[in-house]
């Protein structure tokens, strides 16, 4: 039986829902494959190499959206997961958005475009094209795991470095929008509300601009419910919002 509160921000702050879903890597199908992806990940790297397993509250191999990150942070290491239950802020505000939005939970996994922990006991540092180059053969053994994908959503500019990689892997659309940290994602509510009514404003030309991009027909057909906005607050930049556009 799931537990009531399992996809409340923060909920792997208990040591007692870590441990069942540490429990459910094992029990469930659809995560098996990816449990033993991780495993063979960390016997190649070594046991210095902290790399943490996929929440086994995503969609696990029957996913249709991957979300790739840049790199786990202190709190997945403490956790074991790659999850939007994390006690930081980062993993609060993903985890926030994609509740708000409406997105089925087992229609996506979340991932990282480097799988493991890279910095100190004290303090993470940012990945280097070095750290995503040696990840690019995890990331192409993640993409034979998961037959039914239909999006990639890169977070970050980190994460949106690995495109011209994973277009040589995969003809699934891919998606890029801001890193959803603190410092990006609530640095100005102010800004917030006026892209929100700018959009609003222009929902049908953006609507039509998003369209003529492929952007809302590569989204569509995996959140049928279309209650993602995907907009431009400026060029170049793309954000995930939720709403509705009238119209596509």
Not at 69 to 75: H, S
Not at 164 to 172: A, D, E, N, R
Not at 215 to 220: E, F, G, I, K, N
Request: charged share 20%; net charge positive; hydrophobic share 45%.
């Amino acid at each position: 039986m799931p537990a009531p509160d399992e996809d409340a921000p923060y909920a792997l702050l208990s040591p007692d829902e870590c441990a069942r879903r540490r429990a459910l890597l094992a029990a469930l199908p659809s995560m098996r494959p990816l449990a033993e992806f991780v495993q063979a990940l960390r016997l190649r790297h070594g046991p210095a190499c902290v790399i943490p397993d996929f929440d086994p509250c995503d969609g696990g191999t029957e996913a249709r959206a991957l979300f790739l990150l840049e790199a786990p942070g202190p709190r997945a290491r403490v956790s074991g997961f790659a999850s939007r239950n994390n006690p930081d802020q980062t993993a609060r505000n993903l985890c926030g958005l994609m509740g708000a939005a409406g997105i089925a939970r087992t229609d996506t996994l979340l991932w990282n475009i480097v799988p493991w922990y890279v910095g100190t006991s004290s303090r993470i540092r940012p990945v280097t094209p070095q750290d995503i180059a040696e990840a690019q053969a995890a990331l192409r053994g993640l993409l034979a795991l998961l037959p039914r994908l239909a999006l990639i959503v890169l977070v970050g500019r980190k994460a949106q470095s690995a495109r011209p990689f994973l277009q040589t892997l995969t003809p699934v659309p891919i998606m890029v929008t801001y890193h959803m940290s603190p410092q990006v994602f609530n640095i100005s509510p102010a800004l917030e509300a006026a892209d929100a009514e700018r959009l609003s404003r222009h929902r049908p030309r953006s609507a039509k601009r998003l369209i003529r991009i492929g952007l809302v027909s590569a989204w569509a057909p995996v959140f049928p419910r279309r209650e993602a906005v995907i907009y431009s607050p400026v060029p170049g930049v793309w954000c995930l919002r939720p709403g509705r556009v009238p119209g596509v």
